[in-house]
């Protein structure tokens, strides 16, 4: 039901409906399972209700596939990952979205010392964001 509130919200706004990503796939039950698992935890459910505006769409693609955000805030998700495994995940890549992904500050002709900023800023990120997901 959020997805599809969310939907609604944007294409009241004039925005299209987000969609998967070429290569992945929606399911709306396991989204919602793995969110509801990830939820039972109160670090968790502060994640998902700090994400319910950021992120558009939580998809699914090939089982040998990572699990990372896009740059747009779409969750992708490994179809073969165990429920369990999938809220931690969830739970690491709904940090990036509330925090900002390791590679927001990073781009082209940047001078050392900001590009050892980013890049100290980007360990620094993935490290927090790994520990909630542990």
Known sequence: MRRELIALVLIGCGAPAPTCPSGTHDDVARASAIENRLASVAQG????????????AICF?????????????????????EEGEAAA?????????????????????????ACEAAVDRAIDLEAHAYVVEV
Do not use: F, Q
């Not at 459910?45 to 558009?56: E, F, G, M, Q, S």
């Not at 509330?98 to 500050?105: F, I, N, S």
């Open 89 to 113: 995940r969830l739970g690491h890549l709904l940090v990036h979205a509330r925090d900002g992904l390791p590679t927001d500050e990073v781009h082209a002709r940047m001078d050392p010392a």
């Open 61 to 81: 693609g090939a089982s040998e596939s990572a699990s990372v955000i896009t740059t747009d805030r779409v969750v992708l998700l490994a179809s073969g990952l």
């Open 45 to 56: 459910r502060a994640l998902i209700d700090a994400a319910r505006a950021r992120v558009p």
